[in-house]
């Protein structure tokens, strides 16, 4: 054999294993793409499951949600009925029946529809409690004056108005011709009532009426208050 001969026997030798070589990177990468693929498939496939099972439970939420709802406003409606029919108002109106049973169904305690209904009834059998006289707060005057308390701080009233004029801080006081602003706080509540003097303000407590009845004063920047206790008719 010639030295041409061993040339040509090692560089095939060389091409098989080259060849080999190639083969093998190509089915090592071949088994990977394969394994990508198929961990892919398994993560989608595992996603999707999880989105469904998700989808569903959200699902059944809601309609748990609104079955709860709905068993929430039927016993309201229960509630409402029984309340009404313990009241017997069979003699004073469909109409009054219906419309306290709205507010009951709205979450309106039958105690705050007692108080409004005392509000808008009439006072009868008034007496004097007090008679103040109570300075009108402004953006340009405010002061202790402006706050009166009553009945061992049962009740406290202040009155906001506006000024004469904006900015005129020789005359801050407030003018009797424009609206003035009531605030009672009492308690389990306040009422608020804006208006031009002369006002009336009634505030309901239990089967009786607080009423106050706000004039101008003699004293600048004041207002006068009378507050009386009367009978609900």
Not at 72 to 99: C, F, H, P, R, Y
Not at 115 to 142: D, F, G, H, M
Request: with cysteine; hydrophobic share 40%; proline share 3%.
């Amino acid at each position: 054999m010639d030295f041409f001969e061993t040339r040509e026997r090692y560089r095939r030798r060389e091409y098989r294993i080259y060849v080999s070589l190639l083969i093998r990177l190509v089915a090592v990468a071949f088994v990977l793409w394969l394994g990508w693929q198929w961990g892919n498939y398994d993560q989608k496939k595992l996603y999707e499951n999880v989105s469904d099972e998700l989808n569903q439970t959200q699902a059944e939420l809601y309609n748990l949600n609104e079955k709860m709802r709905s068993l929430i406003q039927e016993k309201k409606q229960l509630a409402a009925e029984k309340t009404v029919s313990d009241l017997d108002l069979n003699g004073s109106g469909e109409i009054l029946s219906k419309s306290i049973k709205f507010l009951l169904e709205s979450d309106v305690s039958l105690e705050q529809i007692h108080q409004s209904l005392l509000a808008i009834s009439s006072p009868i059998n008034c007496r004097n409690l007090e008679v103040k006289n109570l300075a009108v707060a402004t953006e340009l005057y405010t002061g202790k004056e402006s706050n009166l308390s009553l009945f061992q701080g049962g009740l406290r009233v202040h009155i906001d108005g506006q000024p004469f004029s904006q900015g005129n801080k020789t005359n801050p006081w407030f003018d009797p011709d424009k609206e003035i602003q009531v605030r009672l706080v009492y308690l389990g509540g306040q009422k608020i009532v804006t208006g031009k003097l002369p006002m009336k303000v009634i505030v309901p407590a239990e089967d009786w009426l607080l009423k106050a009845h706000v004039t101008e004063s003699n004293l600048r920047g004041y207002v006068g208050i009378t507050f009386e206790k009367c009978s609900a008719r």
